[in-house]
């Protein structure tokens, strides 16, 4: 039976980001914070909004998707509780999969794929393998490979999650083990991966919060360092703007 909030689907607000190749997703999280309860809004995207399904949900949304063409969904999502995203319940989990843009730029087809793929490792219900644990996992297997880009981001995910500073010690006693010292020495020691493991267990030997050493580490090692974001950004000699 086909929720009565879509017999009002037509007037809500629209938020069309399929000409958008900038990160949207903190502006599309932001602006669902603002509805209130009993309405909603509705996303346009050239392929289907999965990420968003979760993220929206946490912060008490239904949804229904139209496929309209080869080229556009329709999103709805419709209020149905007030819920504050926090890290905790992954609403406001740091670095969304943003990386998907980069497909879409390709082909909307394959972004769409992507999506899907996307889903089935990281929204799998009934996964016999734990949020945390997965990030762990890739975060592990990106620090092998050397993409340190990508451990960064998975570290600073899980710790969202509760990874505690003595897992963290654990792993990275076994990444000495099994690089070897001088690669640890060389590669891992001065990565970024490296620099918010050591940023976290300072500030919690300081006795700051989780919370604020999350702020903090966004500050320093978030999409705004060039290191870590995974879409291209021009930069600009002697001026700090950056293309958007």
């Known amino acids: 039976m086909a929720a009565t909030w879509l017999e009002k689907k037509a007037t809500f607000p629209v938020i069309d980001v399929r000409e958008l190749s900038t990160n949207f997703l903190p502006m599309i999280l932001y602006k669902a914070q603002q509805v209130n309860l009993n309405n ?4 346009v995207q050239t392929f289907e909004p999965k990420p968003l399904y ?16 080869e080229q556009e969904y329709r ?8 819920k504050t995203a926090t890290y905790e319940s992954g609403a406001d989990m740091p670095f969304k ?7 879409k730029l390709i082909d909307d087809t394959l972004a769409g794929t992507v999506v899907d793929f996307w889903e089935f490792i990281w929204e ?5 393998i734990d949020l945390k644990t997965k990030l762990l996992l890739s975060m592990s297997n990106a620090i092998g490979a050397s993409r340190f880009r990508q451990a960064t981001r998975e570290l600073i995910k899980a710790y969202s ?17 099994n690089q070897g010292i001088g690669h640890f020495s060389s590669e891992i020691g ?14 919690e030997q300081e006795g700051l919060d989780r919370r604020k050493i999350l702020d903090e580490i966004m500050a320093t090692f978030g999409d705004r360092n060039p290191d870590v974001n995974v ?14």
Request: aromatic share 14%; charged share 30%; proline share 2%.
């Open 97 to 103: 999969p943003t990386a998907i843009l980069n497909y």
């Open 190 to 203: 001065p990565s970024t991966v490296f620099g918010v493991y050591k940023l976290i267990k300072k500030r």
């Open 40 to 43: 909603g809004i509705c996303v």
């Open 75 to 82: 999103a709805y999502f419709y209020r149905t509780e007030l």
């Open 124 to 128: 799998k219900e009934g996964s016999a």
């Open 231 to 244: 879409l291209y950004k021009r930069r600009i000699k002697c001026c700090e703007r950056e293309e958007r």
């Open 161 to 177: 999650l509760g990874v505690t500073v003595q897992e963290l010690d654990e792993l990275f006693s076994l990444f000495a083990w």
């Open 54 to 69: 979760s993220a929206l949900a946490d912060l008490g949304f239904e949804y229904e998707t139209e496929k309209v063409s």
